[in-house]
């Protein structure tokens, strides 16, 4: 989530970054809200300092034996006050939450706006391949030899799945296993997490409120199914 200061200060830029990514969030009216907060903040300050100046002066008054006179009456109403402008506090710190955190990131200027297809190669090495054959998709290997069973997944949970079988099984663990000891060489901890995650988490991961409707999500315990390694 962006600093409320860089939304306020680059306001400009803050927007064209929400055009560009076509999200919705309403910057004017977070702007008004951050106003408002401000106005608001400043006033909760002055009261409170003109309570804690009467609290001492009543105070003072009582040990020299006199009467505070309105002073006690006149503090009831400051700290409904207070109140009242902590109420409103909080109504517009949750709508301006609510607001920043559909804002994406901005991009570096350097990045493309549009699609994959924009993508600019930076860097290549190494030669590709020449090939005397037309090569073969993996996902059509894999069911030629066996590796992979779409239909058998597609039965189990729908479609976008694959089930591996037999060989296809055995490098999929063995990739795991690959991964997992070259990177515990390099002084990483191996971790297995709880696959699923609390709402938080996944707020704080990014996942949220803007993936929401594309998790999976176990709704009398409200976690979600974690989508990546990220979020835990």
């Given at each position: ?8 200060d680059?306001?400009d830029l ?11 969030a ?57 109140k ?18 559909w ?30 054959f037309?090569?073969q ?17 597609s ?21 795991i ?31 949220l ?24």
């Amino acid at each position: 989530m962006l600093d409320i200061k860089f939304v306020r200060d680059k306001s400009d830029l803050v927007k064209q970054a929400i055009t560009n990514k076509n999200e919705k969030a309403d910057v004017d009216r977070l702007l008004v809200l951050d106003e408002q907060k401000r106005e608001l903040l400043a006033k909760i300050e002055k009261l409170k300092h003109q309570r804690n100046v009467a609290s001492k002066e009543i105070g003072q008054l009582k040990k020299d034996g006199k009467d505070a006179g309105s002073l006690p009456a006149e503090m009831k109403k400051v700290a409904l006050d207070i109140k009242a402008f902590e109420e409103d506090f909080s109504k517009i710190d949750t709508e301006m939450q609510d607001i920043m955190s559909w804002i994406p990131n901005i991009p570096h200027q350097s990045v493309p706006i549009g699609d994959e297809t924009e993508n600019l190669e930076v860097k290549s090495w190494g030669e590709k391949r020449e090939f005397d054959f037309k090569p073969q998709p993996h996902w059509e290997l894999g069911d030629r030899l066996g590796l992979l069973d779409f239909e058998g997944a597609s039965r189990i949970s729908g479609s976008n799945f694959a089930l591996f079988r037999n060989v296809g099984a055995l490098l999929e663990r063995s990739l795991i296993n690959f991964m997992l000891d070259l990177h515990i060489g390099q002084d990483y901890q191996e971790i297995s997490p709880p696959f699923m995650a609390r709402r938080d988490a996944m707020f704080g991961a990014g996942q949220l409120p803007k993936l929401e409707d594309d998790m999976y999500l176990v709704e009398q315990d409200d976690l979600f199914l974690i989508p990546t390694a990220e979020v835990p």
